[in-house]
């Protein structure tokens, strides 16, 4: 299938894409007393406890770096990403179960049903990310050309976490403990990922380990770009990789497993 017939098959389908990222959101907050209110608050809050947590009562500090806000924003540009990544996983993973009576009902191209995902994973995180611009500029932190930086990055995220996310949404189908196998994992991935922990407190042996993590570059970079510090850009060639020879794989287990997929939701 080429490039052409899956933009073809997004217009053809947009409808039927809009409706469900709609519902997406609209679920979130639906029979809520504030409504689509509840969209910015999370952010917002997460956002303040970081800052006033770690920054003024913790007293949290980045090594080399002298501003009081340093380690709130090393910190959030690390949950920017692990949370784009994780939603995507998330979400993706359950999408054939969830859609299950549409797919028996409807022939339609399977893969648009990631395409809500996608969009809903990333508005959050666009969300989460401006207020974060917006506290570095309240602050006083300097924005440098670096922190435009971010946006491949989180490009690459969303390959990454699609392509796990397609994987394991397939196998999720004939296998239900993966859903909790997955849980469990990103647990331990999470930990093994200098989201909360500065990278200079592991020693080289540590960090040559846990650079086999596609998800660790990703986030390194995210945080050297948020501070405004050099990136290593060849470091995201391997999850850039990675995240591709996944989807390459989800899409050939989708379609040699389609028709017991069928019988199986």
């Not at 949290?60 to 009081?68: T, W």
């Amino acid at each position: 299938m080429s490039v052409f017939s899956l933009l073809k098959d997004v217009l053809r389908f947009r409808g039927l894409i809009y409706a469900i990222t709609l519902r997406e959101i609209k679920s979130r907050y639906v029979g809520s007393t504030f409504g689509p209110l509840w969209l910015i608050v999370p952010p917002v809050f997460m956002v303040f406890i970081y800052t006033v947590i770690f920054a003024r009562l913790m007293q949290a500090r980045m090594p080399g770096i002298e501003h009081q806000y340093a380690y709130s924003i090393y910190l959030c540009a690390g949950l920017i990403t692990w949370n784009l990544l994780l939603e995507l996983v998330q979400r993706g993973k359950g999408v054939f179960l969830e859609h299950a009576n549409l797919i028996k009902k409807s022939n339609f191209p399977k893969f648009i049903l990631f395409i809500p995902v996608v969009a809903v994973a990333l508005l959050n995180s666009m969300m989460l990310l401006c207020l974060v611009l917006i506290f570095m500029l309240v602050s006083g932190y300097p924005l440098s050309l670096a922190t435009l930086m971010i946006f491949p990055l989180l490009g690459i995220t969303v390959v990454l976490g699609l392509a796990v996310g397609a994987l394991l949404a397939t196998l999720n189908v004939f296998f239900r403990d993966i859903g909790q196998i997955s849980d469990v994992v990103f647990q331990a991935l999470f930990w093994a990922t200098p989201i909360v922990y500065p990278l200079s407190i592991l020693s080289e042996p540590v960090q040559r380990i846990l650079s086999w993590n596609p998800v660790f570059p990703l986030v390194l970079n995210a945080q050297k770009a948020m501070l405004g510090e050099p990136l290593s850009l060849s470091q995201l060639v391997y999850p850039l990789v990675f995240g591709l020879v996944v989807l390459l794989l989800a899409v050939l287990l989708y379609k040699r497993s389609y028709n017991d997929l069928l019988d199986q939701i």
